[in-house]
């Protein structure tokens, strides 16, 4: 089982046109889906991210790191931060 809010992972991917379930691969938190097609794995299973802490600072530093990696709309790091840091 993935170590996050699965419902807010949820209701997060539903804002930009996605499905998440959990994931098949092997330390990784959620698949991502578009209609049938899986486009993504995102999240390390061993690390908690901002919807089961949300720490304010933790979230503006993870932004900080990832801001030229989450930008490009489609990418495993979009995704992550659309769904998981958001």
Do not use: C, E
């Not at 690390?47 to 990832?66: E, G, P, T, V, W």
């Not at 490009?72 to 992550?80: A, M």
Request: net charge positive; charged share 35%; no cysteine.
């Amino acid at each position: 089982m993935p170590q996050t809010n699965i419902a807010a992972a949820k209701r997060n991917a539903a804002k930009i046109g996605v499905d998440v379930k959990p994931s098949t691969r092997k330390g990784k938190k959620l698949d991502v889906f578009k209609g049938d097609k899986k486009v993504a794995s995102i999240g390390d299973i061993t690390m908690s991210d901002f919807l089961q802490h949300k720490d304010k600072d933790r979230q503006k530093n993870y932004k900080a790191r990832h801001q030229k990696t989450r930008v490009k709309v489609g990418s495993p790091s979009y995704y992550s931060d659309k769904i998981l840091w958001s």
